[in-house]
């Protein structure tokens, strides 16, 4: 069993981004954001809604496995109760690229019935 100081965990938690991906146009951005992520040495945790992911199919023609691959850890947008959705559970922060206007307006209203709008929600918080 590996044991961690207190700084440790501490670094090893604010090196996390949650990289949420709602339908609007965009998705390449959401790609590249995924890739810089990954080179700059963060770990990126995904969120995908259903509608987005017929959106990056249609616009950079990859398959779901290679978006993926692209993800540290990739969660299922109806789980709400993943880590992320989780206000003790700690994040750098939180990106939504590209956001549909039905996603923004959950987060501004703070309705969350899906892990993506739960995790803007505790990031915001």
Request: with cysteine.
């Amino acid at each position: 069993m590996n044991r961690y100081s207190f700084d440790e965990v501490r670094a090893i938690e604010t090196n996390r981004i949650i990289v949420g991906v709602s339908s609007a146009s965009g998705a390449p951005i959401a790609l590249e954001l995924l890739r810089a992520l990954k080179q700059a040495q963060l770990e990126s945790h995904l969120v995908v809604t259903p509608g987005a992911w017929r959106t990056i199919a249609e616009e950079t023609g990859m398959t779901a496995e290679q978006v993926c691959a692209l993800a540290d850890v990739v969660y299922d947008v109806n789980d709400v109760g993943a880590p992320p959705a989780s206000g003790s559970w700690r994040a750098r922060g939180m990106v939504v690229v590209p956001c549909s206007m039905k996603t923004l307006a959950g987060i501004h209203s703070g309705y969350s019935d899906n892990l993506l709008l739960r995790a803007a929600d505790v990031t915001l918080k």
